[in-house]
């Protein structure tokens, strides 16, 4: 196989997994360990090695707990009980399963259950669960953030050989 092919191969999982972090059922960041991945084994672990898919199968992994938590902080940042933090988390979980409107409900819907069975009044319920809504948006603007930057890091590591 040519470099030109691999390197449009490569370009192409790092730019599928940049717009995986923004679209749903796209696994973006995994798609940036695939690309470096192929280029370590095609360039014979030189200069990607073990040590690098480490660390950005780290990146990955924290971008997915970010993304996660996210929600229930803003939840629990806006005065939410833990039942709202703990309903936010379990409402991104479940909202994995209904698709791109599980996903953008789940959380908010889960906070204000969560507070809702607490025994919390409407209003602060609600607010709780636009809180959410704001903490997840806050983590896929930090899981976009991850994969730049490990784009960024495999593009310096094979630029400096």
Same mark, same amino acid.
């Given at each position: ?17 940049? !717009?995986?972090?923004?679209? %749903?059922?796209? %696994? *973006? ?12 084994? !095609?360039?014979? @672990?030189? %200069?990607?090695? @073990? #040590? &690098? ?20 902080? *803003?939840?629990? &940042?806006? #005065?939410?009980?833990? @039942? ?6 379990? *409402? ?9 409107? =599980?996903?953008?409900?789940?959380? %908010?819907?889960?906070?204000? !259950?969560?507070?809702?069975? &607490? *025994?919390?009044?409407? +209003?602060?319920?609600?607010?709780? =669960?636009?809180?959410?809504?704001? =903490? ?8 976009? +953030? ?12 094979? !630029? &400096?050989?």
């Amino acid at each position: 196989m040519t470099d030109v092919v691999l390197w449009v191969i490569i370009g192409a999982l790092l730019l599928l997994g940049l !717009a995986g972090t923004i679209v %749903p059922f796209v %696994p *973006g960041t995994p798609l940036i360990v695939v690309a470096a991945l192929v280029h370590a084994i !095609a360039y014979d @672990w030189a %200069p990607i090695g @073990w #040590g &690098r898919l480490l660390i950005l199968s780290a990146l990955t992994a924290l971008g997915y707990v970010v993304a996660q938590l996210a929600s229930g902080a *803003g939840a629990r &940042r806006a #005065g939410g009980s833990s @039942w709202a933090v703990v309903g936010a988390i379990l *409402g991104g979980v479940v909202g994995i399963f209904f698709g791109i409107p =599980g996903l953008l409900l789940g959380p %908010p819907v889960g906070a204000i !259950a969560g507070e809702l069975l &607490r *025994g919390g009044d409407v +209003a602060t319920s609600v607010r709780t =669960g636009l809180a959410a809504f704001t =903490g997840m948006l806050a983590g896929a603007v930090a899981n976009l +953030a991850l994969a730049v930057m490990m784009i960024g890091l495999f593009l310096w590591w094979v !630029a &400096r050989g």
